[in-house]
């Protein structure tokens, strides 16, 4: 779905200054969107173009498509031309035909912009905010496992929304702190006052004052200073790492075992790496090359994989996470998506760290996927 999005992304960089109409954008962007999602655009039964949605006394009011599945609308798409933003008022008009379908799932777009909603506040009402929005054009930072549910073959209305909620959630706590840390509210800095070890008993103008460009400062320095950390650590072993780089087109475990370690295998290694200082020290996480695959370890134990590297052939990379009994190859198209796998490394190394891990045979077979 990946490399798709990034197709479609790459063709709107390319044509959306000659894209004048909604009907163009609908027919340039949109229906490809639909498609790579798995919906046949072209059979009226599944993607409805039109939909009506009567509207109090305003009926015949249409939304642009109805995708139905299994005979019922399951999600709702309004759509604007792709130079248009997305605004309130367009919420508005999706709002009022939500509530008159079965549908559970609502998407405004513009062809660039997708914004996802559904009815977690109130039951057959459309939330006022979108639960996911995603940006085609900013196609490395869309969360794809996420809107991979919205897929027909893995589409569930109920899977979805308890994820939308969790989203929700998580986007609101994300809002509700950065907020802090651009401008620290009088009730955050109260509560900070509170917990200090500090003679005054009364939080006062004066004090809130002299301490709300403290806070801002020291939470500004705690996230310089934890990142930092992180880095640090990851690169702890830069001599380590040097020697490995230098010998990028040399074999590093002899001349007889025909091992060539790549720029690749060290840059995804460190990659790894430093997903694992959450974790465990950066030492805990051993890089052993072999013929067919590069191993990366916990504790240098070849019984305690965290990740297999197949990376000989250049055009068809992949990857082997042990977070769980069924081993399974993850295609990769760039070193940056190790990233999205961060959890199920995570995932491999708490095994490990728990004792409760299952030795993993070097001669253990992987499935193809």
């Given at each position: ?60 009011e ?17 759509c ?21 379908t ?52 893995k ?18 706590i ?25 003679t ?28 930092k950390?992180n ?7 830069t ?20 091992v ?31 013929k067919?695959y ?20 250049p ?55």
């Open positions: 779905m990946k490399e798709a999005i990034k197709n479609l992304a790459e063709r709107i960089e390319k044509t959306i200054s000659v894209i004048q109409t909604e009907e163009a954008t609908k027919n340039a962007y949109i229906m490809p969107f639909l498609q790579l999602l798995g919906y046949d655009v072209f059979n009226p039964l599944e993607v409805v173009p039109e939909f009506t949605a009567d509207v109090g006394s305003k009926n015949g249409k939304v642009d498509y109805a995708i139905v599945l299994n005979g019922q609308p399951a999600i709702l798409i309004e604007k031309m792709c130079a248009n933003e997305l605004n309130v008022n367009n919420e508005s008009q999706l709002l009022r035909y939500f509530h008159t079965a549908a559970k799932f609502a998407i405004l777009t513009n062809g660039v912009t997708y914004k996802f909603y559904t009815d977690l506040v109130e039951p057959n009402k459309m939330d006022l905010n979108a639960f996911m929005t995603i940006n085609l054009r900013d196609y490395d930072k869309i969360n794809y496992s996420e809107l991979a549910k919205f897929h027909k073959e589409f569930d209305a109920d899977n979805i929304r308890k994820t939308a909620d969790m989203l929700k959630c998580s986007n609101s994300k809002r509700i702190l950065n907020d802090e840390f651009t401008s620290p509210s009088e009730e955050f800095v109260r509560m900070i006052f509170k917990k200090m070890d500090t005054a008993s009364i939080f006062t103008e004066k004090q809130k004052e002299k301490l709300t460009p403290l806070v801002k400062s020291a939470l500004e320095n705690m996230i310089s200073e934890k990142v950390a880095l640090d650590a990851a690169l702890k072993t001599t380590e790492a040097q020697i490995a780089s230098d010998a990028v087109h040399e074999t590093v475990l002899g001349a007889d075992t025909g060539v370690t790549t720029q690749d295998e060290i840059d995804a290694y460190n990659i790894i790496k430093a997903i694992a200082v959450e974790l465990v020290a950066p030492d805990k996480v051993v890089m052993r090359d072999a067919s590069c191993a990366i370890l916990f504790d240098d134990n070849n019984r305690k994989p965290i990740c297999r590297l197949f990376f000989n052939n055009e068809k990379k992949s990857i082997v996470v042990f977070d769980g009994p069924q081993e399974e190859r993850i295609a990769i198209n760039n070193l940056h998506d190790i990233f999205e796998l961060k959890e199920r490394i995570l995932a491999a190394i708490k095994k490990y760290q728990a004792d409760l891990s299952v030795p993993v045979s070097e001669n253990n077979q992987v499935s193809q996927s």
